[in-house]
């Protein structure tokens, strides 16, 4: 329990503080950078800024799920999923980057918020783990849509990035699904959507 407890403080430790690595290419690495102006620079960084706060989260969620995960089906699942947001943590962080930005200083603060949810969720069960999971990814992706639309017409090496991560995330919750996630009842989805609004305007511009 000891050794366990060092593992996950020492990923908690890298995914905050740490530069993430990507095993495969940065969707946007073969992509121009455009001409921006001010203005759309700076709105691309808070959605990049966004999107890097919520792929920090989700290492949070996907490790406190996979601490109290049952089956070992379920475990891998999270793993998996983990380890693809690690790579969603390292292209952000680069966009981030090139746009001449920083990441969110709240991410210690939601990391831990986001850990504690996800050690509840999988206490639950597996299937309210899997539940957990789904409509996580599904809000995910819905949001991510919502960037590929307002993102700046010309910024096509953000708007590659993001829209990579759309499609991990919608294959994390068809898994999720196909390995029995339970129907999430519409309160717990309602207060979720609102977590994500409140870490959405809070990691834009902080």
């Known amino acids: 329990m000891l050794d366990t407890l060092i593992v996950e403080f020492d990923k908690g430790l890298r995914t905050v503080f740490a530069s993430a690595s990507s095993l495969r290419p940065h969707p946007d690495q073969d992509v121009a950078e455009a001409g921006l102006s001010d203005a759309e620079r700076r709105h691309a960084l808070g959605l990049m800024r966004v999107n890097h706060c919520g792929e920090v989260c989700a290492q949070a969620l996907y490790q406190g799920q996979a601490l109290t995960a049952r089956d070992p089906a379920t475990r891998d699942s999270l793993k998996q999923a983990a380890w693809e947001e690690t790579e969603h943590l390292a292209w952000t962080e680069r966009r981030i980057a090139d746009l001449g930005g920083r990441k969110s200083v709240l991410n210690p603060v939601w990391y831990v918020g986001s850990l504690a949810m996800g050690v ?87």
Do not use: C
């Open 120 to 206: 509840a969720a999988g206490a639950l069960g597996d299937r309210w783990n899997l539940a957990f999971l789904e409509e996580t990814e599904i809000q995910v992706a819905a949001h991510l849509d919502e960037h590929l639309q307002t993102l700046p017409a010309d910024d096509a090496k953000s708007r590659a990035v993001v829209a990579q991560m759309r499609d991990d995330e919608a294959r994390h919750a068809e898994t999720a699904h196909n390995l029995g996630a339970a129907p999430m009842p519409a309160p717990v989805k309602t207060l979720m959507h609102l977590t994500s609004q409140l870490l959405k305007k809070s990691s834009y511009h902080i």
